[in-house]
């Protein structure tokens, strides 16, 4: 019997295996260096001033992975908070904009 609990606690996946605090600064970090990173490269390809359709591509992809990564802090609250605290419409909305985020930096 004592096998089976430890099989069962083998197979939780990492992420929900951790204490909060760990996955809250994991997830600041991204959240912080994402920011950040994409912004630096819209500058940088706007301050060159060389608008090709390739720059303006890396742009594009910027700009959605910054829409991405402001839906980490409401995740992150959800981990700290056990129930949702933003309502029907703002779980709507935060998947939608995960999605399409997603989805535009993809293609």
């Known amino acids: 019997m004592n096998t089976s609990n430890q099989s069962s606690i083998s197979n939780v996946p990492l992420a929900l ?7 809250l600064i994991i997830l ?14 819209i500058l940088c390809i706007l ?3 060389a608008i090709t359709p390739i720059n303006l591509l890396i742009i594009n992809l910027a700009i959605s992975d910054i829409v991405y990564a402001f839906t ?7 981990i700290v908070i056990p129930w949702w605290p933003f ?3 703002g779980c709507q909305l935060s998947i939608a904009i995960d999605i399409i985020a997603m989805i535009v930096s993809a293609q």
């Open 17 to 23: 295996s951790l204490p909060p605090v760990p996955q």
């Open 28 to 41: 600041g970090i991204i959240f912080i260096t994402s920011i950040l990173l994409n912004s630096l490269s």
């Open 47 to 49: 301050g060159a001033k």
């Open 72 to 78: 980490i802090p409401i995740f992150a609250v959800h």
């Open 87 to 89: 309502g029907r419409l």
